[in-house]
């Protein structure tokens, strides 16, 4: 089994910081892609940010210069840095990994965290 366990969530007011983790365990030979959607109330999941492994971040244009992705891959970890935080950011964040299982089986799965909360108040 796959486990990827966020944590970092929170409440802050608009303009502060927050950073992501978000932890890969399990039985994992590789991760291929690695990154954070969210979803809003009433609205739904977007991709945020995502990484392939050695490969630079793709960030949504709503978080571009404000949001950095980045991977520990001795840790299978990877975290957001959000930064300039606004009201409108404020949405349950999960992880998502593409995730080879085995040496012998080249396919991938895909995996989500449990969701963290993150609330911007103006």
């Known amino acids: 089994q796959v486990q990827l366990v966020e944590s970092g969530g929170g409440s802050v007011q608009a303009g502060g910081s927050l950073r992501l983790s978000c932890a890969a365990s399990?039985?994992?030979?590789?991760?291929?892609?690695m990154g954070w959607y969210r979803q809003a109330p009433g609205k739904q999941r977007e991709l945020v940010a995502s990484?392939?492994?050695?490969?630079?971040?793709n960030y949504a244009d709503s978080v571009k210069g404000r949001f950095s992705l980045s991977r520990d891959n001795a840790k299978n970890t990877v975290y957001l840095q959000m930064n300039s935080l606004k009201p409108e950011d404020t949405a349950v964040y999960y992880c998502n990994a593409d995730i080879r299982r085995t040496a012998w089986d080249t396919r991938l799965s895909v995996y989500w965290g449990q969701g963290t909360q993150v609330t911007v108040s103006s």
């Open positions: 990484m392939a492994d050695g490969g630079s971040a």
């Open positions: 399990g039985s994992i030979f590789s991760i291929n892609a």
